[in-house]
């Protein structure tokens, strides 16, 4: 090893990326190392999560080292990862619906407002910072359409055509859409100067580093915990 950063005992931001990258590349390990005890159409979803989850621990490697380096917050390996991230996590609705047969339509519409919400959220963090509350609003608005798309549009309408556990599942994703995603918000204010800077001293990057474990890595455990109920009904 070169030159490896010292941590302080008081940095809680370098820690929860420390602890961040190893509970992603865990994840990864698990969802790729237990894919194949499933049937291909459960496959997929699987290695979606492992994917989610790997791309976030590379990610992770990066921005850990950039944090130690520059103590600063490493905004464009945060975006690139979310913006890779967050439509496969679209993609995971529109598999588990695909049984009740979800058109690409939707997992296209689902993809769109989410490089939207992000590439407006990219733009009042990084680009244009004085009018962060424009660029948030708007990112707002599309994070918004995305819930209502799966709380109440047509994929609500195709989980409860399947019903059953595809039913449950979709209301888990659901749930962790609406709070868990609402807590990158959060995280966005906290960083912008003149909000509520440091929440109460929690810095944006330890909030959306909560936010990535919370996110990633129950979303893919959600789906697998899908995957086990629907083998071990095939099973009986
Ligand atoms: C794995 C990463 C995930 C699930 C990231 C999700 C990110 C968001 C839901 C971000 C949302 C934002 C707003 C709704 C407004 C302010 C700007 C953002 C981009 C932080």
């Known amino acids: 090893m070169g ?19 190893m509970a992603m590349m865990a994840a990864a390990a698990f969802f790729f190392l237990s894919m194949n ?9 699987i290695l979606v999560s492992g994917l989610i989850t790997f791309i976030a621990a590379v990610h992770y490697l990066y921005m850990r080292d950039y944090w130690a380096s520059n103590a600063e917050s490493p905004t464009f390996f945060r975006y690139v990862d979310w ?26 519409k689902l993809i769109f407002l989410s490089v939207v919400m992000l590439v407006t959220g990219y733009i009042g963090e990084a680009v244009d910072r004085d009018n962060a509350w424009l660029w948030g609003l708007v990112s707002g608005i599309a994070y918004f359409a995305i819930a209502y798309e799966i709380w109440l549009g047509s994929a609500k309408k195709l989980a409860v055509e399947a019903g059953g556990y595809v039913l449950k599942a979709h209301k888990a994703l659901c749930w962790f859409v609406l709070v868990g995603w609402a807590i990158y918000p959060l995280g ?10 440091g929440l109460n001293g929690l810095q944006m990057d330890v909030i959306y580093n909560i936010g990535d474990a919370i996110n990633k890595i129950g979303f893919g455990l959600v789906i697998y915990n899908l995957a086990v109920q629907m083998r071990n009904k095939e099973a009986i």
């Open 3 to 21: 030159d490896v950063t010292k941590i302080a005992t008081d940095d809680y931001v370098g820690f929860t990326f420390f602890t961040g990258c």
């Open 83 to 108: 913006v890779l991230t967050v439509p496969l996590m679209c993609v995971e609705f529109y598999l588990i619906l695909k049984v009740a047969g979800a058109k690409k339509s939707l997992m296209w």
């Open 188 to 197: 966005y204010m906290a960083g912008t100067p003149g909000w509520y800077d």
């Open 37 to 45: 005890d499933f049937d291909r159409k459960w496959k997929t979803s």
